[in-house]
């Protein structure tokens, strides 16, 4: 760690009880040991005696029909166990709704013939040992009625439409303000497809065990995915048990997914544990992906800046079977004033895999096309990008009219401006070599919604002096659980040694996913709760008895209580480059990022974060796209050896800190830090680009043939 954080420990005004100081205080990861050891366990590597294998054979045409599946063949191989298919696998749940209330055929699997995408799940070959599963998998023929598909997505497709579950937002006068405006910037953006590969893929073992289904799975927040699993198999949710306590990686990727539905098809079907694992390859249709983005942002200002016209419309795809918006347009809601707002999301239904989360859904494109917008702005205006920023900031929210919980962004941007060394920055596109390379630098704004979720949790008491958390919480792999840690150290003033924190877990209850970044702030709030609870009874006095002293609580009330405000943690994103004029080779420098986002509970842990989600904006800025081929409607490339993303050698000197900024509205200050780290740093890269060259680059990646 060569980190430079400033530990801005810091005391929520509400808080209820004073800090004891494991918040703020840098801790290593509780189950640090356990992972580097080996000794902690991910979904797939649980040893079950009997343990068979299934493979996936995914459906190789884009739109049509089995016609046959030949499994006979396949039976008679070597170790093949069973082969699932629609005609013979368990029936399941027809008025299946996900936890959205949705009907989601994806994790419907084997109950009909009808083939949506390539991808989809056709077939389960069940063997004794994981090759065998795999050779009988591709061996499997099966037959298909084909029909023609349309899989390639562009601008104002016929069949696009604005989804009510991305409604405009809407103010003022656009084109009245327009017309008003002396400068105006009107551009059009496009981001790629972008896929999720967390380090573990996604797995499963599913078993039958004494009238109970036993679910080990790789996943996001296993209370969901058991009440998912016993709604797809009619059960009792109490029937049914997920638990994931590590998980390496899922960044909205891991929820029900096919993996688990099959693994527990097959359990059920043979009556003994069944694990299923992922390919890389079969991640790449079935769980979830960015879906391309094609945006249109025009902003009208006065000569000085101050913007008058704030216009920003996306178009995404979606699949014909669930609709999934990538709500790109949204990204500046909350942003900048202006007389005029104008910003909506549209959506068309294609023959593709169903996209889904991925780490800062929506604001991770839309900031590239509206930051990128911004510095476009700055540029013709004549101003510092930065104070350009500064001239358009809202005193409430610009769309809402809400008032802001706490609105640091100028403070992120001073900080960064200072540490980056903005001040010395010649404005001057184009002018800066160093032998082959052009040189420049760029920034922009990052932003993020603060949202809590309702969770329970117990905390008890054990007669030896330690105390054990329970929550249904999933650490995938961001240190969640160590800084739950804190918390219930900090909540009943001990050293966080004395902390035993048990997660991952259905049979603990419900509890926010890993998601939205929401976990630690919801799951937090729910220890908190308990905690005080518990000190209260053991303040009364008497013995622990040997089952210990347990407080148990549920946030339902408190979170829905939360007064409503403009709740966003924010950020400024800065980036220097060098462009190679000979191969149109950008190297990226330098990264820093400042971030506003509530208190910090452990700053070792959240430095990663911060610093992950900005190399994943450099990955997006420069790498990472997924081609479809049009006549198959497949992917090329779909592995990594074909989809590229950042590797050590792109990554340069990054660096992230934050400004102080407990949030008022929890009871520890934590707003959350998941996603904010990814918004806007595309932006950055993208803008130091242009100051390096004079050239704007629209359409990311920004790849040497476009730079050429
Ligand atoms: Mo995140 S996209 O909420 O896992």
């Not at 580097?36 to 884009?62: D, I, Q």
């Not at 079907?269 to 299923?276: A, G």
């Not at 700053?603 to 190399?615: C, D, Y």
Request: with cysteine; proline share 6%; aromatic share 6%.
């Amino acid at each position: 760690m060569t980190g430079t954080t400033t530990t801005t420990t810091t005391t929520a005004t509400t808080a209820a009880t004073a800090t004891f100081g494991a918040v703020g205080a840098a801790h290593t990861r509780v189950e640090g040991v356990a992972k580097v050891t080996g000794a902690a366990r991910y979904a797939g590597e649980v040893p079950y005696p009997e343990l068979a294998h299934g493979w996936l054979v995914l459906s190789t045409v884009a739109r049509g029909r089995i016609r046959a599946v030949e499994s006979a063949p396949v039976l008679a191989m070597p170790g093949v166990v069973a082969v699932l298919h629609h005609e013979n696998a368990p029936r399941l749940n027809g008025d299946y709704t996900n936890a959205f209330g949705v009907p989601d055929p994806i994790a419907q699997i084997f109950q009909h013939d009808r083939v949506p995408f390539v991808g989809w799940p056709v077939a389960l070959v069940v063997a004794e040992t994981p090759e065998q599963a795999r050779e009988a998998a591709e061996a499997l023929v099966v037959e298909y009625d084909e029909e023609p598909h349309d899989v390639v997505f562009a601008a104002g497709l016929p069949g696009v439409y604005a989804p009510e579950s991305a409604p405009a937002a809407q103010k003022g006068d656009l084109e009245v303000e327009l017309a008003a405006s002396a400068v105006v910037v009107d551009a059009e953006y496009s981001t790629p497809e972008e896929h999720h590969n967390p380090m573990e893929p996604h797995a499963a073992i599913a078993r039958w065990d004494g009238g109970r289904l036993e679910v080990v799975d790789s996943n996001q927040g296993s209370r969901f995915v058991a009440d998912e699993l016993a709604k797809l198999f009619s059960l009792d949710p109490q029937s049914v048990r997920v638990r994931s306590e590590h998980v390496g990686g899922g960044f909205g990727s891991k929820g029900t997914r096919p993996h688990s539905v099959a693994a527990a098809m097959a359990a059920t079907v043979l009556q003994r544990p069944v694990r299923v694992v992922l390919t890389r390859r079969q991640m790449f249709s079935l769980v979830g992906y960015r879906s391309p983005t094609a945006q249109r942002v025009r902003l009208g200002a006065d000569a000085d800046g101050r913007l008058r016209a704030f216009d920003h419309r996306a178009e995404c795809l979606t699949s014909t079977v669930y609709e999934f918006v990538e709500r790109a347009a949204e990204f500046g809601r909350a942003m900048y004033d202006s007389d005029a707002h104008y910003s909506q999301t549209r959506v068309v239904p294609l023959d593709v895999p169903t996209p889904s989360w991925m780490r800062a859904p929506g604001e991770a494109p839309g900031s590239f096309a509206l930051e990128s917008a911004l510095d476009e702005l700055a540029e013709k205006c004549g101003l510092d990008p930065i104070a350009l920023r500064a001239r358009n900031e809202p005193a409430v929210g610009p769309v809402s009219g809400l008032p802001f919980s706490g609105r640091n962004l100028l403070a992120c941007f001073e900080e960064g401006a200072s540490r980056f060394g903005w001040a010395d920055r010649d404005p001057r596109p184009g002018v800066r070599r160093e032998g082959r390379w052009l040189l420049g630098t760029g920034t922009a704004a990052s932003t993020f919604p603060v949202l809590s979720a309702p969770s329970t949790a117990a905390v008890t008491a054990e007669p030896d002096g330690t105390f054990t958390v329970r929550i249904t919480a999933s650490d995938i792999g961001t240190g969640a659980r160590t800084a739950l840690t804190l918390i219930a150290a900090d909540a009943l003033e001990v050293a966080p040694e004395r902390i035993r924190m048990r997660i991952a877990d259905s049979d603990f209850g419900f509890a926010m996913i890993a998601g939205g970044s929401m976990g630690t702030r919801s799951w937090a709030w729910a220890i908190r709760v308990a905690a005080d609870e518990l000190r209260e009874r053991l303040a009364l006095g008497g013995g622990i008895p040997p089952e210990g002293i347990t407080a148990r609580s549920d946030t339902s009330q408190a979170v829905g209580a939360l007064e409503q405000k403009e709740r966003h943690s924010f950020g400024a994103q800065f980036a220097e480059v060098a462009v190679d004029v000979t191969s149109g080779e950008v190297r990226v420098r330098r990264m820093l990022g400042i971030f506003a986002a509530g208190r910090i509970v452990n700053p070792l842990t959240a430095r990663g974060q911060f610093v992950g989600g900005m190399v994943w904006g450099l990955s997006m800025a420069l790498h990472e796209e997924a081609h479809r081929d049009r006549a198959s409607g497949g992917h090329v490339g779909a592995d990594l050896a074909g989809y590229h993303f950042s590797a050590h050698a792109d990554v340069p000197d990054i660096e992230a800190d934050w400004v102080d900024d407990p949030d008022p509205g929890d009871p520890v200050g934590i707003k959350g830090i998941g996603e904010i780290g990814v918004v806007g740093a595309a932006a950055a890269i993208a803008n130091a680009v242009w100051h390096a060259t004079g050239v704007r680059h629209r359409n990311l990646p920004i790849r040497p043939d476009r730079v050429l």
